[in-house]
């Protein structure tokens, strides 16, 4: 990151563990100021130089318009975008699944990603 003025934005999904965690991390070692949104309080990122936590559902569409308008007051915009919020397929096999189960792994792993980029991309026109 040569010759900017301020560090790049960086909102990571799904920030309290496994790759999100690592990625937090990641970014913030590279010189990014990064958003790290979890549903759960992230472990692990209080500790780490140049994050800050936000809880946040990525399933619920005023939750990231929220957030993540707050994270763009905070630190004058969002630079970067990782979604690594997901659910596994969960505990039951597929033919055992209850219709709430599928509605929440879907809203997370399918509409989450989805309502973030609006989110965070307010004039894309994708």
Do not use: I, K
Request: charged share 20%; proline share 5%; hydrophobic share 45%.
């Amino acid at each position: 990151m040569t010759g900017q003025e301020s560090p790049r934005v960086a909102v990571v999904t799904g920030a309290a563990g496994g790759l999100g965690q690592a990625v937090v991390r990641r970014l913030a070692t590279d010189g990014f100021t990064v958003a790290a949104l979890d549903v759960a309080e992230p472990d692990g990122t209080g500790d780490v130089a140049g994050a800050r936590s936000w809880r946040c559902d990525v399933s619920d569409l005023a939750a990231t318009r929220r957030t993540v308008g707050e994270v763009a007051e905070t630190y004058g915009g969002v630079d970067v975008l990782v979604n690594s919020a997901g659910l596994l397929s969960g505990r039951a096999p597929l033919m055992e699944a209850t219709p709430e189960e599928l509605h929440r792994f879907f809203a997370v792993n399918a509409v989450g990603p989805l309502l973030m980029v609006q989110a965070c991309v307010p004039d894309a026109r994708l």
